[in-house]
């Protein structure tokens, strides 16, 4: 019996210039993501942080009242408000590198998988952190407000939906895997 080479088809030259551009549209995005939320949050005053962060406490987000927090909680602020965005930036990341793998016709490569985990880690991880850190800043802010602690953990579809696209992209990557090992396997027998 005579084994046939596994033969995987390459892409297209339209179509590989096409996952290259998104790909690199992809990495620019994993740059600018973090650096335009970055922008975003230093430009917004401590009221408007406050009436995000206490939606339920309007009385101690009113500008009026607003006491004075050391730089420490406020940069504690700032690391808890960035965290989903820095990491869900690294998961964009991953996801350019791996398109532009598969750009550069190196679809079966267990480089491939481990990017594609890599991103699957990340957006797992900024959808716990995007669930996480708000009910860390909005408890910070509470205590160091002198109110009432407060705790609220909120849980809505956009985090159902990023939560179920990491398990999907990670069962995708176990198939590539597999895959790339049936490959590796039939190019040593041929």
């Known amino acids: 019996m005579r084994t046939a080479a596994l033969s995987i088809p390459s892409l297209a030259p339209r179509a590989r210039r ?3 551009v998104f790909g690199w549209c992809t990495l620019l995005a994993g740059v600018l993501l973090p ?4 922008g975003a949050l230093w430009r917004q005053s401590d009221a408007q942080w406050l009436a995000r962060a206490l939606p339920l406490a309007p009385e101690l987000a009113s500008a009026s009242t607003l006491p004075a ?3 420490p909680v406020w940069a504690g602020l700032a690391l808890l408000a960035m965290a989903p965005v820095l990491v869900m930036g690294a998961a964009l990341l991953w996801a350019g590198l791996g398109l532009l793998r ?3 016709a190196q679809a079966l490569s267990q480089t491939l998988v481990t990017q594609l985990r890599r991103f699957a880690a990340c957006t797992l991880a900024a959808a716990l952190l995007g669930m ?3 009910t860390l800043i909005g408890l910070l802010l509470s205590g160091a407000l002198g109110g009432p602690w407060r ?3 909120a849980l ?7 939560l179920l696209f990491a398990a999907v992209t990670w069962q995708l990557a176990a198939v590539l895997a597999e895959a790339t090992a049936i490959a590796d396997e039939h190019a040593q027998i041929v």
């Open 69 to 71: 927090l050391p730089w």
């Open 102 to 104: 598969i750009a550069a």
């Open 156 to 162: 809505d579809s956009r985090d159902l939906v990023l």
């Open 132 to 134: 996480l850190c708000p």
């Open 35 to 38: 650096l335009v939320a970055a």
């Open 18 to 20: 096409r996952v290259a």
């Open 151 to 153: 705790l609220s953990l």
